[in-house]
């Protein structure tokens, strides 16, 4: 299940550093159709298709079609844009002083009982722990 997650998200960062949008998949059907309309009217075949609509032939291509076609603007990847993110880098001087810690070796305790219940002595019942 991660492997199809992380698949499909890195697909999805590939395309959309390549410009495609959900936009142009939707219209792969337009594309498709007009390759075909071209196929059989034209004879073309697929890679003068895409020269015609996407290369060096584009520019005959509209000329001997009207300007206003909207069949041709409503084909995939016809937008021409440029992203740029600008982003603002601030630098903040920052400065953490770093106190010396001075770290003691362990050293074995010696517990020494103390009577810290001085008003209880006169009863028996609390007797300090003694030791064997």
């Not at 492997?3 to 337009?30: E, K, N, P, W, Y």
């Not at 060096?56 to 076609?69: G, V």
């Not at 362990?106 to 028996?124: G, M, T």
């Amino acid at each position: 299940m991660k492997t199809i997650f992380a698949i499909s998200f890195s697909l999805l960062v590939v395309f959309q550093s390549v410009g495609l949008g959900m936009a142009d998949v939707l219209l792969l059907g337009r594309f498709v159709k007009h390759a075909e309309y071209h196929s059989e009217n034209y004879g073309d075949d697929f890679f003068t298709f895409v020269k015609k609509h996407y290369g060096s032939l584009k520019k005959e291509h509209q000329q001997n079609h009207n300007e206003d076609d909207q069949e041709h603007q409503e084909l995939p990847f016809q937008h021409i844009s440029c992203h740029h993110a600008l982003t603002d880098v601030w630098l903040v001087p920052f400065e953490i002083s770093i106190v010396k810690v001075e770290i003691n070796a362990l050293q074995p305790h010696v517990f020494h009982y103390q009577n810290l219940y001085s008003s209880l002595e006169k009863f028996a019942i609390f007797q300090p722990p003694k030791f064997a």
